[in-house]
């Protein structure tokens, strides 16, 4: 499936539009890395379990929002944003969301 950030897929045309779509993702990390993470942010620098902790999110908030685009029939994804968020101090909210469409050659 082609997810892209753009309006347009090169070399296609999208034939039908068939609605929004997203995948969402909450995580938290574990104590232990939040005990961690807090050690580090007194050194300063990045906070590798943090980066680690959004990076995997992401991934599956996409792999959320391919899964729910083919159930929909679509071939590809456009204009695909992230939103992501805190809820409360622990959780990490990450949505990826689009424009599901379906394409043809141009």
Known sequence: MIVTTTENVAGYRATEALGQVFGVVVRSRGLG???????RSLIGGEIKEYTS???DTRRQAIDRLVA???L????A???MRFDSGSI?????EVVAYGT??????Q
């Open 33 to 39: 890395g939040n005990i961690v993470a807090g050690l």
């Open 53 to 55: 902790l959004v990076e």
């Open 77 to 79: 994804v456009v204009m």
């Open 88 to 92: 409360g101090q622990t959780m990490n």
């Open 68 to 70: 729910n685009a083919r």
């Open 100 to 105: 599901a469409v379906k394409l043809a050659p």
């Open 72 to 75: 929909m029939g679509a071939d």
